[in-house]
C-alpha cells in the first residue's frame, strides 16, 4: 500500500499565515498505512502544516499535492478549540462526521446510524454515547472527536495533539487505538505531539518541527528536551 | 375579566395579536439558538436597533424628498427600511469580522450605539410623522392586521422551514467550522445562509412586534432551554416550547393586568429564567421531581382562577337612594369627546365655543348608569344637586361617606374612577374603570368591581362611538347581563 501515489505531498513548501513565513522548506509525503508522528514545541508550526495539508491555509510558495478529496481527511482537532458552552450530546458530536454523504433535508437514515454504532464500539465508548459532550473526561473526548473522525470514512486520519490534555490511561487507550486503525484497517495517520517520549512509544516515523525548519528523527531523545 | 381560556378561544378580539405573538415565540428562538452557539448574541441585540433605525431612516427620507406623509403605505415603507438596513448592517458586521481587526463584540457594541444614536436623530429631524414612526418602532404586536399576520406567518415559515432543513449544516459550521469546511465544501456559504435568515426574521419581526420583543424571544427561550438541554435536538426544540410558553403567558398577563405586552413578555420570560434555574438547582440536589411538579401546578393554578366577578345585586340596594359621584379620572388626559355637532366645531374655531364644554367619558359614563339605574326603578340623584360642594368624593370609602354625611346624604354612595381609556387610533380602545358601593351610615364597601375592557375601533368610525361602545360593554358586567 505505502508504495502506492502518496496521499499527501509537500515539496519545498513555505507555510504560514497571511503571507508570513513559519515554516520553511517542507518535505513530507503521507502514503496510504503510514503512522507519522510530529513533534515539536508548542507554537514550533505543527498545527500550520496540519491547517495546510487540510486546505484552511493556502501554501506560501512550493508543492501540495492531495490524491485525495478533502471530504476523505479525518481530522481531529484538540477538543478545547470547541466551545464547551455547546449543550451537545457524545451521539450528535459524532453523528456530524457523516454530514458529508447526507441530503441536507433528510434523516439520518439507518446505514448511517449502523456505522455511527460501529465507530462508538470501536473506539469503546458507545455506552457514553447519550452523555454530554463537554462532561466526559478529556480522553473521552478525544476518543469521540476519532470516532467522528471514523465516521467520515477517511484514508487518512489526521489528529492534532490527541495525546496532550489526558491521563495516562488515556494515553495509553488513545494511542492502541491509533495504532489498532493503522495497522488493522490500514488507515494513513498523522499526528502531532510536544512530547517526543511518547511519540516514539507509537511509532518511530518522526517529523520533528522546530526553529521554522522539519527534519525527519535523528539522534536521541536526550538531544531533544521537548 | 378574560379567563386564560377564553384568550386561546379564536372569537376573542386579541387572539390575531396573540397567533403573531406565538409565531414569533416559535421561531425567534430557534434563530437566537444559532446565534448563542455561534456566540454572536450581541448581534440579535444590535440587528433590531439597526432594523429599528432602517425604519426611521426610511421616513426620514420620504420626509426630506418632499413626499406626503400618511399616504397609508407605512408599513410596506417601513418593512423595506428595515430590511434594507438590517442585510446591509449583517453584510458590513461580516465583512468587518473578516477584514478587520479587534474585538467583534467591540464592532457590535459601537454598531448598536450608532444604530440607536441615528434612529433618535432620524425621528427629530422627521416632525411630520414623529408619533407614527414611534409607534412603528415600539412595534405594537397587539395591533397586528390579518394581512400582517400573513405577511408575519409566511416569512418566519420560511425561515423556519430553512433552518430545518439545513439543521445539519448551520449545527456542524457553528460547532466546528474546519470539519464544515471539509464535509460540505466552504463554511461561509452556510454562515451567509444563517445571517439572511437571522436578517429576515429580525427585520419583518421588528416591524411586526418592535425590538424590545424580537430581542427577548431571541435570547430568553434558549437561555433558559440550555440549562435544561443535554443535546442540541431538546436545545432547539425546548427553546421553541419556552418561547411559546413565555408568550402565552406573557399575553395572558399583559391582558389580565393590563400590560404593555412587549415589556410583560421579557420581564415574564426572565421570570421564567430564573425559575428554570431554581428547579434546575433544586433537581441537582435531589428529591426535586415533587418540586418540579409543585412549580408546574402553581404556575398553572392561576392560569383558570378567576377573580371574584359577581354583578351588582339590585335587591341589596333596597329603596336606595343611590348617589351617583362624580367619574375621578385618573388617566392624565382630559378624555374630551370629538364634537358632533359642526356649528359647535365652528364655535369652538371662532373662539366662542372654549373646548371645555364639550362632554367627557366621565360625562358619558355616569349619564349612562345613571338612566340604567333609573330604569331599574332605583332611585338615582347626583350629589352636587344637592349641595354644590360634592363635585367630586375621594376614592377612599371611609373618607368619601364621611363627606358625603357632612351634607347629611343618607343610602348608597357610588365612587368610580377611571384608570385607563386609551387607544392610539389604530389598537383597539383600552380601558380599565374601578367601581365601589359604599354605604354612607357607616362607610361600608358593599359591592366592588374593577372592570378591563379591549373595545375594537373596527365599525366605529370615532372615539364618542368607540367609548359609548366600551361603556355599553361596562355596564352589561355590571348588571350580569
Known amino acids: 500500500?505505502?508504495?502506492?501515489?502518496?496521499?499527501?505531498?509537500?515539496?519545498?513548501?513555505?507555510?504560514?499565515?497571511?503571507?508570513?513565513?513559519?515554516?520553511?522548506?517542507?518535505?513530507?509525503?503521507i502514503r496510504a498505512g503510514e503512522l507519522i508522528a510530529m513533534a515539536g514545541p508548542n507554537g514550533s508550526g505543527k498545527t500550520t502544516i496540519f491547517r495546510t495539508i487540510l486546505g484552511f491555509l493556502p501554501v506560501i510558495s512550493g508543492l501540495l499535492v492531495r490524491n485525495c478529496t478533502l471530504s476523505e481527511f479525518g481530522y481531529v482537532p484538540q477538543s478545547s478549540a470547541l466551545d464547551s458552552t455547546f449543550p451537545i450530546t457524545a451521539r450528535e458530536v459524532v453523528a456530524m462526521g457523516g454530514f458529508g454523504r447526507l441530503k441536507p433535508y433528510l434523516g439520518l437514515p439507518g446505514r448511517e446510524k449502523q456505522r455511527l454504532h460501529d465507530v462508538l464500539d470501536q473506539v469503546g465508548l458507545a455506552h457514553l454515547a447519550g452523555r454530554s459532550f463537554f462532561s466526559l473526561s478529556g480522553g473521552q473526548r478525544q476518543r469521540m472527536?476519532?470516532?467522528r473522525?471514523?465516521?467520515?470514512?477517511?484514508?487518512?486520519?489526521?489528529?492534532?495533539?490527541?495525546l496532550s490534555g489526558v491521563d495516562p490511561e488515556s494515553q495509553k487507550a488513545i494511542s492502541e487505538l491509533l495504532l489498532m486503525l493503522n495497522r488493522e484497517e490500514g488507515k494513513a495517520i498523522f499526528f502531532s505531539s510536544h512530547d517526543l517520549r511518547?511519540?516514539?512509544?507509537?511509532?518511530?516515523?518522526?517529523?520533528?518541527?522546530?526553529?521554522?525548519?522539519v527534519v525527519w528523527e535523528e539522534g536521541s531523545v536526550a538531544q531533544h528536551p521537548w | 375579566m378574560v379567563s386564560f381560556w377564553e384568550i386561546l378561544s379564536p372569537s376573542f378580539l386579541l387572539f390575531p395579536a396573540l397567533l403573531g405573538s406565538v409565531i414569533l415565540a416559535f421561531v425567534c428562538p430557534l434563530v437566537g439558538a444559532h446565534l448563542m452557539l455561534r456566540r454572536r448574541v450581541f448581534l440579535g441585540l444590535t440587528l433590531p436597533q439597526i432594523a429599528a433605525c432602517g425604519v426611521a431612516g426610511t421616513f426620514w427620507l420620504q420626509h426630506a424628498l418632499g413626499f406626503t406623509h400618511g399616504s397609508g403605505g407605512e408599513r410596506l415603507l417601513a418593512t423595506a427600511g428595515s430590511l434594507v438596513f438590517t442585510l446591509a448592517g449583517m453584510g458590513l458586521l461580516a465583512y468587518l469580522d473578516r477584514r478587520a481587526t479587534g474585538s467583534p463584540e467591540g464592532r457590535l457594541a459601537a454598531a448598536y450605539a450608532l444604530a440607536s444614536a441615528l434612529t433618535i436623530l432620524f425621528i427629530v429631524f422627521n416632525p411630520a410623522g414623529e408619533l407614527e414612526i414611534l409607534n412603528l418602532l415600539k412595534g405594537e404586536v397587539i395591533s397586528l392586521s390579518k394581512e400582517e399576520l400573513k405577511l408575519l406567518a409566511i416569512v418566519y415559515g420560511v425561515v423556519y422551514v430553512g433552518l430545518v432543513l439545513f439543521r445539519r449544516e448551520f449545527l456542524l459550521n457553528s460547532f466546528d467550522r474546519d470539519l464544515s469546511f471539509l464535509l460540505t465544501g466552504g463554511s461561509a456559504q452556510w454562515s451567509f445562509w444563517l445571517y439572511v435568515l437571522c436578517g429576515f426574521s429580525i427585520a419583518i419581526g421588528v416591524i411586526m412586534a418592535g425590538p424590545l420583543l424580537v430581542f427577548g424571544f431571541m435570547v430568553l427561550p434558549p437561555l433558559a432551554a440550555r440549562t435544561l438541554a443535554r443535546g442540541m435536538s431538546s436545545f432547539l426544540s425546548l427553546s421553541s416550547l419556552i418561547g411559546i410558553f413565555i408568550a402565552v403567558l406573557g399575553f395572558y398577563l399583559s391582558v389580565r393586568l393590563d400590560l404593555?405586552?412587549?415589556?410583560?413578555?421579557?420581564?415574564?420570560?426572565?421570570?421564567?429564567?430564573?425559575?428554570?434555574?431554581?428547579?434546575?438547582?433544586?433537581?441537582?440536589?435531589?428529591?426535586?421531581?415533587?418540586?418540579?411538579?409543585?412549580?408546574?401546578l402553581t404556575l398553572c393554578a392561576g392560569c383558570g382562577a378567576r377573580r371574584s366577578e359577581a354583578p351588582l345585586d339590585l335587591s341589596t340596594l333596597g329603596k336606595g337612594p343611590v348617589w351617583l359621584s362624580s367619574v375621578r379620572n385618573g388617566t392624565g388626559s382630559d378624555l374630551r369627546l370629538?364634537?358632533?355637532?359642526?356649528?359647535?366645531?365652528?364655535?369652538?374655531?371662532?373662539?366662542?365655543?372654549?373646548?371645555?364644554?364639550?362632554?367627557?367619558?366621565?360625562?358619558?359614563?355616569?349619564?349612562?348608569?345613571?338612566?340604567?339605574?333609573?330604569?331599574?326603578?332605583?332611585?338615582?340623584?347626583?350629589?352636587?344637586?344637592?349641595?354644590?360642594?360634592?363635585?367630586?368624593?375621594?376614592?377612599d370609602a371611609v373618607s368619601a361617606a364621611a363627606n358625603a354625611r357632612t351634607a347629611n346624604l343618607s343610602g348608597w354612595l357610588w365612587l368610580w374612577e377611571i384608570r385607563r381609556w386609551h387607544t392610539d387610533g389604530r389598537s383597539p380602545l383600552r380601558t380599565v374603570v374601578e367601581m365601589q358601593l359604599v354605604r354612607i351610615d357607616n362607610g361600608g364597601v358593599s359591592w366592588q368591581r374593577q372592570i378591563i375592557k379591549?373595545?375594537?375601533?373596527?365599525?366605529?368610525?370615532?372615539l364618542d362611538e368607540t367609548s359609548a361602545d366600551a361603556i355599553r360593554d361596562?355596564?352589561?358586567?355590571v348588571f350580569g347581563a
Open chain 1, 1 to 29: 500500500m505505502s508504495n502506492g501515489l502518496p496521499l499527501v505531498t509537500l515539496r519545498a513548501a513555505t507555510l504560514g499565515y497571511d503571507g508570513a513565513a513559519v515554516l520553511q522548506a517542507v518535505d513530507l509525503d
Open chain 1, 145 to 147: 472527536l476519532i470516532a
Open chain 1, 149 to 162: 473522525a471514523l465516521m467520515v470514512g477517511p484514508k487518512i486520519l489526521i489528529l492534532d495533539e490527541p
Open chain 1, 198 to 213: 511518547m511519540v516514539r512509544s507509537v511509532t518511530d516515523k518522526i517529523l520533528r518541527v522546530d526553529g521554522g525548519r
Open chain 2, 260 to 296: 404593555p405586552l412587549g415589556p410583560t413578555d421579557v420581564a415574564f420570560g426572565c421570570v421564567v429564567i430564573f425559575a428554570v434555574y431554581a428547579v434546575q438547582s433544586i433537581l441537582r440536589r435531589g428529591g426535586g421531581v415533587a418540586g418540579l411538579i409543585v412549580f408546574i
Open chain 2, 338 to 395: 370629538p364634537a358632533t355637532n359642526p356649528l359647535r366645531s365652528l364655535g369652538e374655531m371662532a373662539g366662542k365655543l372654549p373646548p371645555e364644554s364639550r362632554p367627557t367619558v366621565m360625562d358619558l359614563l355616569r349619564g349612562s348608569l345613571q338612566r340604567e339605574l333609573q330604569h331599574r326603578q332605583i332611585a338615582v340623584s347626583l350629589p352636587e344637586e344637592r349641595d354644590v360642594r360634592l363635585q367630586s368624593f375621594p376614592f
Open chain 2, 454 to 462: 379591549t373595545v375594537p375601533l373596527s365599525g366605529a368610525a370615532r
Open chain 2, 474 to 477: 361596562i355596564l352589561r358586567e
